[in-house]
């Protein structure tokens, strides 16, 4: 049973793996549901991104290496910004960090009008740095410190997501000793899973975020807000999943969120003002994968925010949305360099091309998490070789290291050819690590034929920095321990 990009619990209503879908005529179309606005092929078969060719990029900037598209990141930022905030139903949108931040991509951010949504005082900094109105970030979280929530009140964060009773009273404190009334949402647990083309609807959500609705601790938390100096309700905050692919499980959440709005009425006379439904919209990884279209999904989640007001009587609050995967995913791809190849026998007279590349779970933990599915190809060369059900795997000691698991790939793949993964903009390099000491990647934003460094590549002094016991630089250890082995 596989597990789902929202996370295992979502296994066991997903269907068994299927083989990939093999290109015919070979690999040299980019599906451009998968690929980056401007990923084309050039006559000799290389990848060329932002009109930077991949090889030129490893040889400048090394491999593995992240490539983001930076016309892609933008359109799809503006795309997004254009679709749901409309004038008959105005809206925010406010990127979710978590998918991949450096300041450069706050900076594309905010100048494509977006807010930021943060989960940590390091999001929260980042985005600083790149000088975010703090009046247009969203503090999100459920176990937010008491410095973080300190910070965020004291440099005048717009909206803090409240997550528990001990977070409202930790942001009333820091509301007074600042003297600041801070705008909050509470963020409720509607009941809802949603992801790809299911929802399920359950009474209870056994989960770390949130609020349950149905077990009235969100109502409980509204009337800690009302009571607490220096707190004003803004709104109500849900979000129900994660690589969703229509509008189905909006439906029922925001029915949901808006009948407590309508209590919150009756109850406190009070309308709340804001409706934020979250993020979650899905991308394409595989041919297969179809979401909605981001206009299509914003008219229908408006459609549903409609009716669910108009069944209660209710003013419709402003939206609030909070894309992450949507808008980087599809932005960034995965440059890596083939290790070794090895034919694997599978019984039955089969086998499978086991290509080893020079990154792996420590740069995209995604697949051996959530058994996640990528698009792989190779990245410099057409080749006439016939494709063979492959897997590309990493170089790190555990054999889930697993960076695509079937994929055809072309026979004659060899030590030094470059392969090129789609759809890595989200949740990679973000989730990344230095496990086994290996470098994290390197990111390069790419346009008009412009390389430029979002995130450089680490170094070998990168990896012993924070060891107190490591007090030479790697090329003095490198060095002492090479003459000790020459007198050896
Ligand atoms: C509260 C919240 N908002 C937004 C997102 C972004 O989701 P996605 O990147 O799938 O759009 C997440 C992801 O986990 C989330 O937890």
Redesign the pocket.
């Known amino acids: 049973m596989r597990a789902h990009p929202a996370g295992p619990r979502h296994g066991d209503v997903l269907t068994p793996h299927a083989l990939p879908y093999r290109p015919q005529g070979g690999d040299r179309d980019l599906d451009a549901s998968i690929w980056p606005i401007t990923a084309s092929r050039t006559p000799s078969g290389e990848i060329e991104i932002g009109g930077c060719r991949v090889s030129d990029l490893v040889a400048e900037f090394g491999s593995p290496l992240f490539v983001i598209d930076e016309r892609d990141f933008r359109s799809r930022a503006a795309a997004f910004k254009a679709a749901y905030d409309v004038p008959e139903m105005p809206a925010d949108v406010y990127y979710?960090a978590?998918?991949f931040l450096a300041t450069t991509i706050a900076r594309w951010v905010d100048e494509e009008g977006l807010g930021i949504?943060v989960s940590t005082g390091g999001e929260m900094l980042v985005a600083l740095q790149a000088g975010v109105d703090p009046q247009r970030i969203l503090f999100?979280g459920n176990n937010k410190s008491v410095s973080e929530i300190d910070r965020a009140v004291s440099v005048g964060i717009g909206r803090i997501v409240v997550d528990s009773l001990t977070e409202i009273d930790r942001v009333s404190v820091a509301a007074v000793a600042h003297g600041r009334d801070v705008e909050v949402l509470v963020r409720v647990t509607v009941g809802v899973e949603a992801h790809t083309h299911e929802y399920i609807a359950t009474a209870h959500e056994d989960q770390k975020?949130g609020l349950s609705l149905a077990g009235g601790a969100a109502n409980t938390a509204i009337e800690r807000v009302l009571a607490a100096p220096g707190l004003r309700l803004k709104g109500l905050h849900s979000?129900i999943g994660?690589?969703i692919f229509d509008a189905a499980g909006f439906e029922v959440a925001a029915a949901r969120v808006v009948g407590l709005a309508a209590h919150i009425r009756s109850e406190h006379q009070i309308v709340v003002d804001e409706l934020n439904l979250?993020?979650?919209?899905g991308i394409a990884y595989v041919p297969n994968d179809d979401p909605l279209d981001v206009k299509d999904m914003a008219t229908s989640i408006r459609d549903i925010v409609r009716d669910a007001c108009s069944r209660v009587d209710l003013p419709i609050p402003r939206l609030a949305f909070?894309?992450?995967?949507?808008i980087v995913g599809p932005s960034g791809i995965t440059v890596y360099e083939v290790g070794t190849v090895k034919d694997v026998a599978l019984g039955h007279d089969q086998e499978r091309q086991y290509v080893s590349v020079d990154g792996g779970m420590s740069d995209n933990i995604r697949t051996a998490l959530y058994d996640a599915d990528y698009t792989v190809v190779p990245a410099t060369r057409a080749s006439s070789a016939e494709s063979v059900i492959s897997r590309v795997v990493g170089k790190h000691c555990e054999s889930g290291d697993i960076v695509v698991r079937d994929a055809w790939l072309p026979a004659d793949l060899h030590p030094g050819d470059l392969l090129a993964v789609a759809a890595t903009g989200?949740?990679c390099r973000s989730m990344a690590s230095q496990y086994n000491y290996l470098p994290r990647p390197g990111v390069v934003a790419v346009q008009n034929g412009n390389a430029s460094v979002v995130l450089r590549r680490e170094s070998d002094d990168d990896l012993i920095r924070l060891d107190p016991g490591a007090q030479r630089s790697s090329e003095q250890i490198w060095m002492a321990a090479a003459n000790e082995g020459g007198a050896r």
């Open positions: 979710a978590k998918a949504d999100h975020f979000h994660s690589q979250g993020g979650g919209m909070e894309p992450g995967r949507a989200a949740y």
